[in-house]
């Protein structure tokens, strides 16, 4: 069966064609006979015509017969030499790309050691120069990482846990009749240092505003000045300001390490509200629920409060299992910040940073 095409059938025919055009003509030279009205010194000519003339015929035949090769000798060098001027091209232009991203990497890695640096200046040491301006750039690198909920933090000011919790918040001001736990929209022109204090009666709880270019103990001053008018704290049961200091300093550092995921720090997920219990191995109450590192255990937030959504009160028969190792005085006071916080409603679990200053770097 032909499976030729009629294109190749026709080039076929040519071929043939032209190869036997291209004999006879060729042929015709060695018949002087039938050209008898040449004369001798004619004959020459017309045998050098007839022959280049039938050459060239079949000239044309054997091209049109290796055309396909020739054709494919040419497109495959063609090829080749475009794939070489495309590679030394691509060459060149992943080395000038290369070139440019080199130092681009460069400035990001930069950018971030800069960033790292920086909260490390802010942070470290803190309790050493407890100032305003210090703890006030401590809570915006603390911000810029949302480590903090509320950008605020308690910590326990007594062995006792909930006694009395000691708390700073930076932000804008608290309005006239609402709790100092509350937030509103301002600009971070606004944004004040709370401190406060809250005893185990959270209605006895007070806040003043520290002022820029105040010594912390002169805050400190007017706030159990507050706290003694308000019945919150007898003058007689003294506060240890200066281990309430390296609480603050260790509950922002683990806060931000843990908002950065830094290697070797303890992690917990979500935003840090308060830290509960000893130094050297607290308890931490985020967002996301109970932490506690040494012992590599935790309780999320819905475990807590049985509910999806933080929008109801929890009953107050409900009751969670306490881990074996955890203090009986210790666990039921955590459990109990823990739903004092979950059981708000949605809408007041949702910490608005609009007021945070923001690095134009990063």
């Not at 991203?101 to 803190?126: C, F, G, V």
């Not at 400190?220 to 300093?249: C, K, M």
């Not at 039921?332 to 910040?337: E, H």
Request: aromatic share 10%; with cysteine.
């Amino acid at each position: 069966m032909d499976t030729t095409t009629p294109r190749h059938r026709l080039k076929r025919t040519w071929v043939l064609a032209l190869i036997l055009l291209g004999a006879v003509v060729t042929a015709l030279a060695f018949f002087r006979g039938w050209f008898s009205w040449t004369s001798d010194d004619s004959w020459p000519v017309w045998q050098s015509i007839f022959t280049n003339f039938g050459v060239g015929i079949l000239s044309a035949a054997a091209l049109l017969l290796c055309e396909p090769l020739l054709r494919k000798v040419v497109t495959d060098t063609v090829s080749h030499a475009a794939a070489g001027v495309r590679d030394e091209l691509r060459g060149e232009v992943e080395s000038q790309i290369d070139d440019r991203l080199a130092p681009l990497s460069e400035r990001i890695d930069s950018l971030y050691e800069t960033r790292l640096a920086n909260q490390s200046k802010a942070l470290d040491n803190l309790a050493q120069d407890f100032t305003y301006e210090r703890v006030k750039r401590a809570f915006e690198e603390a911000a810029r990482v949302g480590a903090l909920f509320g950008n605020k933090l308690e910590v326990q000011a007594d062995e006792e846990p909930g006694k009395l919790r000691i708390g700073l918040r930076w932000g804008p001001p608290y309005t006239s009749g609402m709790s100092h736990d509350r937030q509103i929209r301002r600009t971070a022109g606004d944004s004040q240092m709370h401190l406060t204090g809250t005893p185990g009666n959270p209605q006895l709880s007070v806040a003043i505003v520290w002022e820029p270019g105040e010594e912390f103990y002169d805050a400190v001053e007017r706030l159990t000045d507050r706290l003694t008018q308000n019945r919150g704290r007898p003058l007689g049961e003294r506060i240890d300001w200066t281990t309430i200091r390296v609480r603050f300093e260790k509950g922002i550092q683990a806060a931000v390490a843990a908002s950065n995921k830094s290697p070797g720090r303890h992690q917990f997920e979500g935003m840090l509200i308060e830290t509960i219990g000893p130094d050297d191995s607290p308890w931490y109450l985020t967002t996301e629920g109970i932490y506690r590192p040494t012992h590599d255990w935790h309780l999320s937030r819905t475990a807590v409060t049985g509910l999806t959504d933080g929008s109801r009160r929890i009953r107050a028969g409900d009751q969670v299992d306490n881990p074996a190792w955890a203090a009986s005085d210790e666990w039921a006071y955590i459990v109990n910040a823990a739903r004092r916080h979950f059981s708000r409603p949605a809408a007041a679990n949702v910490f608005d940073s609009s007021y945070v200053g923001r690095s134009s770097n990063f």
